[in-house]
C-alpha cells in the first residue's frame, strides 16, 4: 500500500494546521484568561431575574431573557467587581453579548450558562441580543453600570 506524495503532504499540512488551532485555543484561554462558559444543571431558582450582592465586590446575576427584554435591565455594581451571570431564557433562544468584555453566550429555555466577569473599570457596559429572535430583537439590550459610589 502506497500514498501518493501530494496526499502525504496535504495530510501532514492538514495534521499540523490542527495542531495550529488547538495550540491557538489554549494560548488564548491562559493568555486572556478566557474563561469558557459552563453550563449548570437546570433549576427553577434561575428563572427569577435577580442580583445577590456576596460581598462587596462579588456579585451573582441571575438574567432572565424573553422577548423582547433582559431582566434585570440595569446592573448596577462598584468598580473592580467580579460577576458571575447565570443566564437562561423564557422562550426561544436569545443572544447575550457583553459589550466591551468579549462575552458571547446564548439563552436557551431549560438551561442555564454561566460565566464570570470582572469589571476593572467604570463605564456602562451594554448587552446586546445578537441572536435573532423575532420582531422586538433589535430592542432586547440591557447595561451594567460600573461606577460605585457615584451611581445610587
Ligand atoms: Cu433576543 Cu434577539
Redesign the pocket.
Known amino acids: 500500500m502506497s500514498i501518493d506524495k501530494t496526499e502525504k503532504r496535504i495530510i501532514i499540512a492538514s495534521m499540523l494546521l490542527m495542531g495550529l488551532f488547538v495550540f491557538s485555543i489554549l494560548y488564548a484561554k491562559s493568555k486572556y484568561k478566557s474563561d469558557l462558559p459552563g453550563c449548570l444543571p437546570y433549576d427553577k431558582a434561575y428563572t427569577e431575574p435577580k442580583i445577590n450582592k456576596l460581598d462587596d465586590h462579588t456579585y451573582q446575576v441571575f438574567a432572565v ?4 427584554l ?1 431582566q434585570p435591565s440595569e446592573i448596577y455594581i462598584p468598580v473592580g467587581s467580579e460577576v458571575d451571570f447565570f443566564l437562561t ?1 423564557k422562550d ?4 447575550f453579548n457583553i459589550a466591551k468584555k468579549n462575552i458571547n453566550m446564548t ?1 436557551i429555555y431549560g438551561s442555564i450558562n454561566k460565566t464570570t466577569v470582572k469589571f476593572d473599570k467604570p463605564g456602562v457596559y451594554d448587552i ?7 420582531t ?3 430592542n ?1 439590550h440591557s447595561k451594567v453600570i460600573v461606577n460605585y459610589p457615584e451611581a445610587r
Do not use: I
Open positions: 431573557a424573553q422577548m423582547w433582559f431564557s426561544v433562544v436569545h443572544g439563552a446586546v441580543c445578537h441572536e435573532y429572535c423575532g422586538g430583537h433589535q432586547m
